[in-house]
C-alpha cells in the first residue's frame, strides 16, 4: 500500500541549497547535522518523498566520507520507501539505484552495482523526461563498476554513451573530465590484467586520455565555482597517479582558491 500523501513536507530546495553552501567549505561535519535533522523532520511529518531525499543525499555523504556502514543503513531504508511512494518505476527511483550503486561500486559491493545500474538505466530509458546529465552520469559510474568486474569491452562502451550525453548538457565539459580519467584508470586495470600486451600501447592512450581532460578542465566557458572546486579535487588524483604532478598541484591550489573565497 502507498503511503498517503503528508499533510506538510520539508523544504527540498532549501535542504539541497543549505547543504551545496556546507559542501562549498568542505563541511562535512556541518553537512551531516543539516541531513540528520532533517531526515528527523521529514520522518516525524511523515514527509516520504522528503525522507528519500534526505536519505539518498546521506548515502552520498557516507561515500564521500568512507563510513559503509552508514551509506548501507540509509541505501536500504531507501529503497523501502520507493517501495512504499510506488516510485519503483519514476525518475526519482532511477536517480535511488545510481546513487546506492555508485555507492556500493566504492565499497566493493559490484555484483549488486551493477544490477542496480540496470535497473536504473531500465527507468531512465524508459521515461522521456529523464535529464541528460542524469544519464551521464549513469554511464560513467555503471563504467566504474565493469572495470571493477573485469568487464572492460561494456565499460569502454559505456565511457562513449557518457561522453556523447554529456556533449549535450551546459558546462558538461566538467563530467567529461571525470569521464576521461576514468577511461585512463581503464586503460590502466586492462593492461595490468593482460601482461603480455605491450605496455608503450596502453601508455600512449592514458597520456592521450589525460591531456583531453586538462584541456576540459580549462575551458573558460565553465564557472569556477564550488562544484568546480570540487571537480578539481576529486581529479587531482588522477593526474598525480599518472605522473602528471603538476596538474595535480595545479587543481589542488585551485581548489583551495576557490574554497577560500567562499
Keep these: 500500500m502507498e503511503r498517503p500523501m503528508p499533510m506538510q513536507s520539508i523544504p527540498q530546495q ?3 541549497e543549505k547543504l551545496d553552501e556546507y559542501m562549498s567549505h568542505r563541511d562535512y561535519a556541518g553537512a551531516e547535522r543539516h541531513l540528520q535533522y532533517w531526515l528527523a523532520e521529514a520522518q516525524a511529518i511523515g514527509d516520504g518523498r522528503g525522507e528519500l531525499m534526505v536519505r539518498n543525499e546521506l548515502v552520498g555523504h557516507f561515500r564521500k566520507t ?34 546506492i550503486a555508485t555507492a556500493y561500486n566504492a565499497f566493493g559491493r559490484d ?15 524508459a521515461s522521456p523526461h529523464t535529464a541528460p546529465q542524469l544519464l551521464g552520469g549513469l554511464y560513467n559510474n555503471m563504467a566504474l563498476t565493469c572495470v571493477a568486474l573485469g568487464r572492460f569491452d561494456e565499460a569502454f562502451a559505456l565511457y562513449r554513451e557518457a561522453l556523447e550525453t554529456m556533449s549535450h548538457v551546459e558546462n558538461g565539459e566538467l563530467e567529461q573530465a571525470i569521464t576521461y580519467l576514468n577511461m ?30 586538462l584541456e576540459l578542465l580549462d575551458t573558460p566557458s565553465v564557472p569556477r565555482d564550488g562544484y ?12 598525480g597517479h599518472h605522473g602528471y604532478f603538476l596538474a595535480d598541484e595545479d587543481l589542488r591550489a585551485r581548489a583551495n582558491d ?3 573565497r567562499a
Design 111 to 125: 555484483a549488486e552495482s551493477l544490477e542496480l545500474f540496470q535497473k536504473a538505466l531500465a527507468v531512465y530509458k
Design 184 to 213: 585512463a584508470d581503464a586503460v590502466e586495470s586492462q593492461a595490468n590484467s593482460n601482461p603480455q600486451d605491450d605496455d608503450s600501447i596502453a601508455e600512449h592512450e592514458i597520456e592521450r586520455l589525460l591531456d583531453t581532460a
Design 14 to 16: 532549501r535542504v539541497a
Design 258 to 260: 576557490i574554497y577560500a
Design 228 to 239: 568546480y572546486a570540487f571537480v578539481c579535487e576529486k581529479c587531482a588524483p588522477a593526474f
Design 66 to 99: 568512507g563510513n559503509a556502514e552508514q551509506a548501507f543503513k540509509h541505501a536500504e531504508a531507501a529503497l523501502g520507501l520507493l517501495d512504499d511512494l510506488g516510485f519503483s518505476e519514476s525518475i526519482s527511483a532511477g536517480t535511488t539505484y545510481t546513487n
